[in-house]
C-alpha cells in the first residue's frame, strides 16, 4: 500500500467559505476513491486568505518565505491538486490569480489538477473552461475534464450523501463530486511525483573545477 498526498487550494475570501465547503467535499471524495484503489491518502489543504500578504509581498520580491514557501513546497511534491476559486466578474478571483503567479512557471508540469469554482448562480459555470482551465493548461499541468462549479442554489438540496442524492435530478451537485473526485484519483493514483527537478543537480561543483584548473 502507497501513500497518496492530495493537495486543496482554496481561494475562498470569507470565513466558512462555499469555495472552501467545495474543495473539501472534493477532497473527501478523492480521498475515498484512492483508499478504494488500496493508497493510504494524506491531506493538505492551503487556504489563500491565510497566506494574502505574503503572496503579495512574494509578487514584490520574487521570494516565499515562512508559511507560504512550505505550502508552495508541499504543493509542487503533491500527487495530486485541487484548485477552487470563487468567480468574481466572470472569472477567478484576484487571489487565486496572484497565487499562481508566484508559482515557477513549471511546478505544475504534468501535476493531475481539478478545478472548482463558486459563483452566484448557474450562468458563470463557463468561466472554468474559458478562463481557469486555459491558465493551468499554459501551465502543462494534467487538467481533469471533469470539473466541478457550485452555484448558490446548489448547496440548498445537497447536504446528503450521494446515495441519497442518486435520484436528485435538480441538483446533482453530490453525484459532480463524486465523478470528479474519481477522476482525479485515477490519475494521482498512476502518478509518481518527486518534485520539481533541481535546476542545479547537474552543476559542477567547485572541487570538480579546481581539479580541471
Partial sequence: MSERTIVVVSAGLSQPSSSR???DRLAGATARELEALGHTVDVETIELRDHAHAIVDTMLTGFSTGELARAIDILTKADGLILVTPLFTT???GLFKSFIDILDKDSLTGMPVLLGATGGTSRHSLALDYSVRPLLTYLR???IPTSVFAATDDWATSGGTPAENKHDDVNPL???IERAGKALAARASARENEGPADPFANAPSFLDLLGNS
Fill in 21 to 23: 465547503l467545495l474543495a
Fill in 91 to 93: 472569472t477567478y478571483s
Fill in 141 to 143: 499541468a494534467d487538467v
Fill in 174 to 176: 453530490p453525484q459532480r
